[in-house]
């Protein structure tokens, strides 16, 4: 439920909990953001 709301954060209203985000981001975003970079790069290439 965390991925959740994290993608139900697009209100500029849900800044304050950005210490929160900012603690689950360094584990799920990167995983994500990484593969998405590499699967990006790759076809590319």
């Known amino acids: 439920m965390s991925t959740i709301q994290i993608n139900k954060t697009p209100n ?4 304050p909990p950005n ?3 900012t603690n689950q981001n360094p584990k799920k975003p990167p995983h994500s ?3 998405s970079i590499k ?3 790759i076809p590319p290439i």
């Not at 500029?12 to 800044?15: D, G, N, S």
């Open 12 to 15: 500029p209203k849900i800044e």
């Open 39 to 41: 699967i990006q790069t």
């Open 33 to 35: 953001s990484l593969a």
């Open 19 to 21: 210490p929160k985000n």
